[in-house]
């Protein structure tokens, strides 16, 4: 059976754009409908710079994509890299 290996950069660049668009979502849905104002205070503790305003919530879109594109590449080389040791 044939195993198949991960491109890093492809999961890493998915990953932080669900990531990043959905931290600009919740940011931008809590700034015009006044809701979910709590989910935006607690990933406000992640990123500094995060609250309910739209130069913000792109600030921390743009911060979400890098942090999970970091993680979503590390995660495939990871992997990766058992695959070829087991």
Do not use: C, E, Q
């Amino acid at each position: 059976m044939a195993i198949s290996k991960l491109h890093p950069v492809a999961l890493g660049i998915s990953v932080g754009i669900i990531t990043g668009v959905s931290i600009f979502a919740m940011g931008m849905m809590a700034h015009l409908f006044l809701v979910g104002k709590p989910v935006v205070a607690a990933i406000g503790t992640s990123y500094l710079t995060y609250n309910p305003s739209p130069i913000n919530s792109a600030l921390g879109g743009v911060l979400g994509f890098v942090n999970a594109f970091i993680g979503g590449y590390l995660a495939a080389w990871i992997y990766n890299l058992l695959i070829d040791r087991l």
